[in-house]
C-alpha cells in the first residue's frame, strides 16, 4: 500500500519526532541537554523507508513552547495526529513512525550516566502514550 504525504503531513510528522527529541532533551536538562538532542536527532535521521525520507530533514520554521509544558502542549497531540494520520493511509508505515521516534527517544536517554532522570522516564511514558491514543 502507498503513501501519499502533503507537505502539511511532512511538516505533522516532523513536528512530532523532532518535538519528541526536543522534549527528552528539555526533561534532561539537568544533564547534557545537548547531547541528548544530538543522539535523538541522529536516530531520526537514521530511520529508512517513506518515513525515514520525511524525518531526515528537520521541520524548519516551527516555532516551539518556550517551556517544556509549552513544547509538551504542541508535541503530545502532534505525535497522535501523526499516528491517526499514518494509520489511516498505511498501518506498516504508522509502525514504522512510532518505532522511529522511540529508537530516537531511548536515544536522547543514553548520554546520561547511570539510570535515566525521573523527569526523561516521565517523558518517555508520555511519549509513548501519545503515540498509542491513536
Do not use: C
Request: glycine residues 8%; hydrophobic residues 45%.
Amino acid at each position: 500500500m502507498a503513501i501519499t504525504l502533503t507537505d502539511q503531513d511532512k511538516l505533522t510528522l516532523r513536528t512530532a519526532a523532532w518535538g519528541a527529541v526536543s522534549l527528552m532533551s528539555a526533561a534532561g536538562v539537568a544533564g547534557s541537554a545537548h547531547k541528548a538532542a544530538t543522539e535523538g536527532s541522529l536516530a531520526l535521521t537514521a530511520a529508512t523507508g517513506p518515513i525515514g525520507h520525511v524525518l531526515a530533514k528537520a521541520p524548519k520554521g516551527v516555532k516551539y513552547g518556550r517551556t517544556t509544558a509549552d513544547l509538551a502542549d504542541q508535541v503530545l497531540p502532534a505525535l497522535t495526529e501523526a499516528m491517526n494520520l499514518l494509520n489511516q493511509q498505511n498501518p506498516a508505515e504508522a509502525g514504522n513512525f512510532r518505532r522511529t521516534v522511540i529508537v530516537a527517544v531511548e536515544a536522547a536517554t543514553r548520554p546520561h550516566q547511570g539510570e535515566p532522570r525521573p523527569t526523561m522516564t516521565e517523558m518517555a511514558r508520555k511519549i509513548t502514550e501519545a503515540l498509542d491514543a491513536a
